[in-house]
């Protein structure tokens, strides 16, 4: 059983939006995003991803097959004094349990050392348990702050934990 960082083309965008539309619907959950009359979500800022040099697409693979996918911002589309973040982490559920995106975030930080930003919204519960394990298991120490902030096209505020980092090559 293999795990794999492969890097997301613009000739795959069409596969990345559909992945991409599946992680909005279970961010929907909480965020109370709605879905747009043609039944997608609004992904029309996705298309960066394959236009940037400092945006660092990638799907996770297992035994060939595509389980999700990790995005990885670099300046000037991270905080003043960060070199990367992890943007988005999704993993499909049928993967789920298997430590595929703790394997990920490994690969990822093992090929972009450098200090971290990485967040979350505070009533995604599932996603704060992993983070706060994976830098537990990873002996990770962290820096954590909250912040209420807006998100793009959603009425209201959304309460977000930040945690920043370094990662240094083991």
């Known amino acids: 059983m293999s795990l794999q960082i492969v890097e997301i083309h613009p000739d ?3 596969t990345f939006l559909n992945l991409y539309n599946l992680y909005l619907y279970e961010l929907s959950a909480y965020t109370g995003e709605d879905i747009q ?3 997608t979500f609004d992904v029309s800022s996705t298309h960066l991803y394959m236009e940037r040099n400092e945006l660092h697409p990638y799907f996770i693979t297992y035994d060939d ?7 990885i911002c670099s300046p000037p589309y991270v905080p003043s004094g960060i070199d990367y ?3 988005e982490l999704f993993v499909l559920k049928k993967y789920r349990g298997k430590n595929l995106a703790s394997e990920a975030v490994s690969t990822v930080l093992n090929r ?5 930003s990485v967040e979350q919204l505070k009533n995604n519960i599932a996603a704060v348990r992993f983070w706060k394990k994976y830098y537990k298991e ?7 702050r ?3 902030i807006e998100l793009e096209g959603l009425p209201g505020t959304y309460a977000m934990l930040s945690q920043t980092f370094v990662f240094s090559k083991k």
Request: glycine share 10%; aromatic share 12%; proline share 6%.
């Open 112 to 116: 972009f050392p450098g200090s971290y």
């Open 12 to 14: 795959h965008k069409e």
């Open 37 to 39: 009359p043609d039944g």
């Open 65 to 71: 097959k595509l389980a999700g996918f990790i995005l």
């Open 146 to 148: 909250e912040d209420s």
């Open 138 to 144: 990873q002996k990770i120490d962290f820096l954590e």
């Open 85 to 87: 973040s992890i943007q």
